[in-house]
C-alpha cells in the first residue's frame, strides 16, 4: 500500500531531517520534490498544489528554519497537513436512523460492490451485533443477484429471495418492507453498475434513492483506477448526493492517489477501504493511520 510514495518521501524527508540547519530555499526545494512525489503518485493536481501551499505556509517562518531540530519540525507540518487532506477524522458507517436503516450501494461494475456489500453485512453483523438484510437490485444481470445470494451464504448474511421480473424500485421497496417485517436493523441494498457512467443507470439509481430514502449513499470505487476513482465519485455525487466512499482494492494500490485526493476532491469522507477479496478484509480509513504508514 502507497510503496512507491513512501519510499520517495521517505527519502526527501530522511535528506532534510539529516541536516543540521535549514534554510527557506531548502525547504522551498524539499517542497518541490514533495510536489514531484504527490503528482507521481497520481494525487489531483489541485490537491498537491493546495497541499504544498499549506505545508509552506507553516514551514518556511521563521520559527522552523531557525528551530534546533528544523526538518523534524517539517516533517511534523508534512504529516499534520497530510492527514487533514485525507479528511482529519474516522468516519465509520452512521446507523443513527429508525431501524431498519437502508443504505444504498453505488458504484460501477467492477468496483467491487457486491463484494463490499457483502463485506459490510458481515462487519454489521459480527461486530455490531445487527441484524442485517441484503438485496441485490441488478434486474439486468441475474447473476449479479447469484453473486450476492452466495455471498450471503458464505459470510451468514440475510439476504432478501430473488423474485425475476420486478424492477428496481419494486425491489427495493420489497427490501424495506421485509426489513421491516423481519425486524432487521440494516438494509444493504446493492444497486445494479455498469462499466461506465450513463444516463439509464443514473436515473435508476436515483428513482431507487427517492423510492427509500437512504440514510447513507456509499459510493463503491476502485482505488487501482487512481484519478478515474475521483472523477467517477464526483459524478455519482452531483447525480445522486453521497454520504461516503469505500474505496476498494487499496491492498493493491502501490501509489495512493485515489486516497489522497478523494476527500479533497469531492468533499466526501472515505469511510471504508477494500483490501483484500476475503470478507473480514475491509478496514475503516482512519487518516491518522494512514498518513502514518504513508510517512512510514
Ligand atoms: P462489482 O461488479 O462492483 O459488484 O464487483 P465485485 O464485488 O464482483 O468485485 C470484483 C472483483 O474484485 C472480485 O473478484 C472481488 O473479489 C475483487 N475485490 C473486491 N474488493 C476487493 C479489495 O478490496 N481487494 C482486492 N484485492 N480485491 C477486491
Known amino acids: 500500500m502507497f510503496d512507491a510514495l513512501t519510499d520517495r518521501l521517505g527519502g526527501?524527508?530522511?535528506?532534510?531531517?539529516?541536516r543540521g540547519a535549514l534554510t527557506e530555499a531548502d525547504v522551498a526545494e524539499a517542497m518541490r520534490e514533495v510536489r514531484r512525489a504527490l503528482l507521481e503518485a497520481d494525487v489531483a493536481l489541485e490537491v498537491a498544489r493546495d497541499f504544498i501551499d499549506r505545508v509552506k505556509a507553516r514551514a518556511v517562518g521563521v520559527d522552523v528554519v531557525k528551530s534546533v531540530t528544523p526538518g523534524q519540525m517539517v516533517v511534523k507540518i508534512v504529516h499534520d497537513e497530510l492527514v487533514k487532506t485525507l479528511g482529519s477524522e474516522a468516519q465509520g458507517i452512521s446507523?443513527?436512523?429508525?431501524?431498519?436503516?437502508?443504505?444504498?450501494?453505488?458504484?460501477?461494475?467492477?468496483?467491487?460492490?457486491t463484494t463490499s456489500t457483502a463485506k459490510i453485512g458481515r462487519r454489521l453483523t459480527t461486530r455490531e451485533k445487527r441484524k442485517v438484510l441484503m438485496a441485490s437490485l441488478d434486474t439486468?444481470?441475474?447473476?449479479?443477484?447469484?453473486?450476492?445470494?452466495m455471498l450471503g451464504e458464505q459470510t451468514g448474511v440475510a439476504t432478501l429471495p430473488i423474485v425475476p421480473g420486478q424492477t428496481a424500485v419494486q425491489i427495493a421497496k420489497r427490501a424495506m418492507e421485509a426489513g421491516r417485517l423481519g425486524g432487521y436493523d440494516v438494509v444493504l441494498l446493492d444497486t445494479a453498475g455498469r462499466t461506465t457512467i450513463d444516463e439509464a443507470l443514473m436515473a435508476e439509481v436515483v428513482e431507487v434513492k427517492r423510492a427509500v430514502s437512504p440514510h447513507e449513499v456509499l459510493l463503491v470505487a476502485d482505488a487501482l483506477t487512481g484519478q478515474d476513482a475521483v472523477v467517477t465519485a464526483r459524478a455519482f455525487d452531483g447525480a445522486l448526493g453521497v454520504t461516503g466512499i469505500v474505496l476498494t482494492r487499496l491492498d493493491g494500490d502501490g501509489r495512493g492517489g485515489a486516497a489522497l485526493s478523494m476527500r479533497a476532491v469531492t468533499g466526501k469522507p472515505i469511510k471504508l477501504v477494500g483490501v483484500g477479496e476475503k470478507f473480514d478484509a475491509v478496514d475503516e480509513f482512519d487518516p491518522q493511520r494512514i498518513a502514518n504508514r504513508i510517512l512510514g
Open 95 to 113: 446507523l443513527a436512523a429508525s431501524a431498519p436503516v437502508p443504505i444504498l450501494m453505488v458504484g460501477l461494475q467492477g468496483s467491487g460492490k
Open 12 to 18: 526527501i524527508l530522511d535528506r532534510l531531517t539529516r
Open 140 to 149: 439486468r444481470r441475474p447473476a449479479a443477484m447469484e453473486q450476492l445470494a
